[in-house]
């Protein structure tokens, strides 16, 4: 079967840096994407790799390793208002995405 | 400004009841997807369309259904034979080549 693994909660405190974990497992892969999603909101888009290494935008980086079918979620610097789910999507080809089940981040002043 | 609308944002179904929620977009996009989501869950693919007048099933259809008459629109409709669709539903859509997908902001919905 095709799965997506993300560890369900993760706490850290403001300032800090953390690390959120995705492997996967599925038929097809064009790339790893990665979402936020805070309570009662729709998912919004923060980076997208394609290729192995690391993609940086601003406090977020994303890292990709196809060999190993894993990929991170770097927050640095981390704010309150970064307290949200954030997931981890596979790109399995002809459009079709595969999403994992989410990574609640709690930060704590 | 582009983007995806979805209405209403919030929605009540009477037991026995097919509704029909709307998802628009102004992004000139291809392909679009309607997922489900159930409190604390990921996100499950019920449809998804590639072109104009073409759809597929995804993982979770059964109970559901859709059309893709314009490029702009792609409303779901929750039959009644979904027997348990309180969820929230999220619409999304996506350019050509590597591009990620966007989201509307979804259609909370729940039985009477």
């Known amino acids: 079967g095709q799965s997506l693994e993300q560890p369900s909660e993760v706490t850290a405190v403001e300032g800090a840096i953390v690390q959120i974990n995705c492997t996967y497992q599925?038929?097809?892969?064009?790339?790893l994407s990665w979402y936020q999603q805070h309570d009662g909101g729709a998912p919004t888009f923060l980076s997208y790799?394609?290729?192995?290494g690391l993609e940086e935008t601003g406090r977020f980086s994303s890292f990709l390793s196809r060999s190993d079918s894993y990929g991170y979620l770097l927050l640095q610097e981390l704010q309150m208002k970064d307290s949200a789910s954030y997931f981890c999507?596979?790109?399995?080809?002809?459009?079709?995405?595969?999403f994992g089940t989410g990574t609640r981040l709690k930060v704590l002043a | 400004d582009g983007g995806i609308t979805q209405s209403p944002k919030y929605l009540f179904r009477k037991e026995g009841q097919n509704v029909t929620l709307s998802c628009e977009q102004n992004?000139?996009?291809?392909?679009m997807y309607w997922y489900r989501q159930d409190p604390g869950q990921g996100l499950r693919l019920i449809y998804y369309?590639?072109?104009?007048?073409?759809?597929q099933k995804g993982d979770i259809a059964e109970g559901y259904s859709v059309s893709r008459e314009k490029k702009e629109s792609f409303p779901l409709t929750v039959t009644s034979a979904q027997k348990n669709p309180t969820a929230f539903y999220l619409c999304?859509?996506?350019?050509?080549?590597?591009?990620?997908?966007?989201f509307g902001d979804g259609t909370r919905l729940s039985i009477l």
């Open positions: 999304a859509s996506k350019g050509q080549g590597e591009q990620p997908q966007h």
């Open positions: 599925t038929s097809g892969f064009y790339g």
């Open positions: 790799n394609a290729l192995d």
């Open positions: 999507a596979v790109n399995g080809g002809t459009y079709k995405y595969i």
């Open positions: 992004l000139n996009h291809d392909a």
């Open positions: 369309s590639q072109i104009v007048n073409d759809f």
